[in-house]
Each structure stands twice: as structure tokens, then as C-alpha cells.
């Protein structure tokens, strides 16, 4: 049992008032561009993987590992990043996860072999892991109680953004160009985004909003101050279990999430017989510009429930992943084109609800000292597990009983309307215990 002291001030702000109001929004807008090129790089190898699989003779197996190396690596050091968010600038481990992804999704386009693809799409996930956890926590530290769900329901716009655009514009340009063309252009549009965020973005100091929300509350603050050492941060996070049931839930949504990232254009190729780039942009389409149009609606509605129930946030998510499980299921069960579109819309729609709150909810248990820790657990737990869901499909393709591959995947894909339901009844634990936890301590006291 190891006690954690809390700290007679809050560190003092080492830049410009981290709450100004344009500037913490300027704040948001750079950072969704950060986010909207992660997400390009890492979903652009989704679409040209029927290229791959004609170009290397790849089967269905070998194509899933290059999928789950990258959230693997990734997965395996969110730790380590969400450690160093905690201790260093955040600003400087942005601009250096944005310089390493981009340089290997370049190096992508160099690749001639399985081990290779499998090498550097880890090597992406490596750069990309330690971008989540400090983007988030610097968020947190500009926007308090009554804006946290919006700004980070704005950021959470941006992966829709980039997973569309990055996915249609690399079957455009494989398609026209070849499949290496894509890595072309994505990786150097990274360094000249790390040049824009070395002036732009200030570093705030932490816990810098909860200050402000505490002491306009009138009530004590707790958290901020000297850094918490990484024995005393895991202390924090492991006794918080509705921390660890939302991560468990994350677990379970990322699983559904990465294998309808991976495998939703060949789908629609072998299924539905689109064309390649027609499968890149509708594969995901209709699911991201869905959820896009609803996160910042949703955002919303949970810094309003926020203020009148103590798990608001957690509500929100529960209903997105409650709703999903229908229409994830009709999305693998459909023979019917139209119902495949409206399904994908619909789950869209859900996940977006669900997505508006991964960061803001969890952050309403945890204090400031150890958010980027926290985040990185959660990360490690949502792509470790996530990551076999694109193995998993891979495996149900190339050994499930139906005749076709295509039969398999969609099954695969149907069952994951289960997997949802079992996220739901974990977040709504989570709120359960969070409500009667904020109603033992007394209203007023921010984390």
C-alpha cells in the first residue's frame, strides 16, 4: 500500500494562460491535424492490402499480421509513452512521434517482403503510440469540466477525417499509380506538420484546468504539483476501478473497431464486387463521416449530462455501444447492399457516441499527475487486444466452414455485435460505481 501525497499547490503555468479561450481552441485545431495524419497513415495500408495480396501472393493470414503489427507495437509501448507524457514536454514527444511515423510510413513504399511489411508497420506503430497519450493530456490541461468532452470530441473528429481521406486517397493513388504512391506523399506531409507544431503549440501546465474548475468552485483541488513517481502513478490508476472497467470496455471496442478498419474495403470488394477504390472510400465512409457528424453532438450532450449526473460522460458512451451491437451485426449479416450502407451509417453513428468520451470519462477518475500514464495503459490494453481482431478475421477466413472467404469474414464480422453488448454492460459497471464513489466522497472535489 503505498500512500500518495498530495501536493500544498499546483505547479505553476509555464506558458500563456492555458485557459484563454481562442487560444485553447487554436490548441484543439492544430492538434486534430496531428490526429487526422495519424490516422491517414495508419488506415492507407488497409486499402491497398487486395494490391498487396495480387502484387506478394499474400494470403489472409499473412495479410492480418501486417495489420496487427502495428497496433502490437503499438499497444506494447503505450506504457512507456503515457510514463514519459507524465514527466516531460508534451509538446516535444508530439513533434517526435510525428517525425518517427512519418518517416517509416515513407520507408513503407521500400518494402518487398512480408518481414518487411510486418517490420515497418510496427516501426509506424512504435512513432504513433506516444502521440495519444500526451496530445490528450495537454488537452485536458487547456480545457476544464464544462468544455473537456467537446475539445476532446473535436479531436476525436479528426480520426474519422484521416481514416476516410487516408483510406480513399491511397486507393485512388494505388490504383492510378501504383500502391506505393500513397506512402509518398503521406510521409513527408508529417515532417512539414512538425515544423507548423513547433511554434504553434504552447506547453500548459498540468492540471492547469482542474485548478481553475476547483478554485471556481470553491473547493479544494487535488493533483498538479511535483511529478508522482511511476510506482505511485500505477498506485493511482490500479486502485481506480472504474478505470479499469472503461479500459476493459475500450478493449472490447477497439477489438470491433480494428477489424472493420482492416478488413471492411476487402469486404466490400469480394462481397459486394466494388472496385478497389470504390471499396476504399465507401469501406470507410459511410462508418467515419457518420461518426464525425455525431462525436462533437455527442461531446456535447455528455459535458451536459456531466454537469447533472456524475457518470454523464459514461452514459453517453454506454447508449453508443448498447445501440452499435445491432447494427455491427447487420453489417456482417446483410446480402443487401442498401441495408450494408444504412448499417454502416447507423453503427457509425454509435461508435461516435462511444468515442466521445474514451479520454474525458476515464480523466474524470484520474488526476492530472498521471493522465498520460493512464492513457497509455488504455491504449496498451484497447490495440493489445484490438490488435486480434484482424487476426482473428484472417483466421476465420482462411479456416471457417463456409465456401467462400468472403462467407467467413462476414460472420466474423456479425459476431461482433456481441463483443459491443459486453462493452455496454462494462461501462455501465463503471458508471454505476462512479455515481455511489461521487456520492460517498460528497459533490465538489475534482480528481
Not at 403 to 423: F, K, P, R, S, T
Request: hydrophobic share 55%.
Amino acid at each position: 500500500m503505498i500512500p500518495v501525497p498530495s501536493p500544498p499547490q499546483l505547479a505553476p503555468i509555464t506558458a500563456a494562460p492555458a485557459r484563454a479561450s481562442a487560444y485553447k481552441w487554436w490548441v484543439v485545431f492544430l492538434l486534430w491535424l496531428v490526429c487526422f495524419l495519424n490516422y491517414a497513415d495508419r488506415q492507407a495500408i488497409s486499402s491497398v492490402l487486395p494490391l498487396l495480396e495480387k502484387a506478394f501472393h499474400f494470403d489472409g493470414v499473412q495479410l492480418g499480421l501486417i495489420g496487427a503489427a502495428f497496433a502490437w507495437v503499438y499497444a506494447a509501448f503505450a506504457l512507456v509513452a503515457g510514463l514519459l507524457a507524465d514527466r516531460i514536454s508534451r509538446k516535444t514527444v508530439i513533434l517526435g512521434a510525428c517525425v518517427v511515423w512519418s518517416m517509416f510510413t515513407l520507408a513503407t513504399a521500400w518494402c518487398g517482403s512480408l518481414a518487411g511489411f510486418i517490420s515497418v508497420r510496427a516501426l509506424t506503430g512504435l512513432g504513433e503510440t506516444f502521440y495519444i497519450p500526451a496530445a490528450m493530456s495537454l488537452l485536458s490541461d487547456y480545457h476544464g469540466r464544462n468544455t473537456r468532452s467537446r475539445a476532446l470530441a473535436w479531436h476525436q473528429s479528426a480520426v474519422y477525417a484521416g481514416t476516410v481521406l487516408g483510406s480513399w486517397t491511397a486507393a485512388v493513388l494505388a490504383e492510378k499509380m501504383g500502391w506505393q504512391f500513397p506512402f509518398y506523399l503521406f510521409g513527408p506531409l508529417g515532417f512539414l506538420l512538425a515544423a507548423v507544431l513547433l511554434t504553434g503549440v504552447r506547453e500548459p501546465g498540468r492540471g492547469a484546468a482542474d485548478a481553475a474548475d476547483s478554485a471556481a468552485a470553491g473547493v479544494p483541488h487535488h493533483g498538479g504539483g511535483k511529478s508522482l513517481s511511476v510506482r505511485q502513478t500505477l498506485t493511482v490508476i490500479f486502485r481506480t476501478p472504474v478505470a479499469l472497467l472503461l479500459m476493459a470496455a475500450f478493449l472490447l471496442a477497439n477489438f470491433v473497431a480494428m477489424i472493420i478498419l482492416t478488413w471492411m474495403p476487402t469486404f466490400l470488394l469480394k462481397k459486394f464486387a466494388f472496385s478497389l477504390s470504390g471499396a476504399g472510400l465507401s469501406g470507410t465512409l459511410y462508418i467515419q463521416v457518420a461518426s464525425a457528424v455525431m462525436v462533437p453532438i455527442a461531446g456535447w450532450l455528455a459535458d451536459r449530462w456531466a454537469r447533472r449526473y456524475a457518470a454523464g460522460r459514461m452514459a453517453v458512451q454506454a447508449t453508443g455501444l448498447a445501440l452499435g451491437a445491432l447494427f455491427v451485426f447487420l453489417v456482417g449479416a446483410t446480402a443487401s447492399a442498401a441495408v450494408l450502407i444504412a448499417a454502416m451509417m447507423l453503427f457509425g453513428a454509435c461508435k461516435g457516441f462511444y468515442d466521445s468520451g474514451i479520454f474525458a470519462a476515464l480523466y474524470d477518475t484520474i488526476e492530472p499527475r498521471a493522465r498520460g500514464t493512464a492513457a497509455g495503459i488504455m491504449n496498451t490494453v484497447g490495440w493489445g487486444g484490438g490488435a486480434l481482431g484482424p487476426l482473428c478475421v484472417g483466421l476465420a477466413m482462411k479456416y471457417g466452414r463456409r465456401e467462400h472467404d468472403w462467407q467467413n469474414m462476414g460472420d466474423a464480422i456479425a459476431c461482433c455485435g456481441a463483443i459491443y453488448l459486453v462493452g455496454a454492460a462494462l461501462v455501465i459497471a463503471a458508471a454505476m460505481l462512479y455515481t455511489h464513489r461521487n456520492a460517498t466522497r460528497g459533490k465538489g472535489t475534482i480528481a
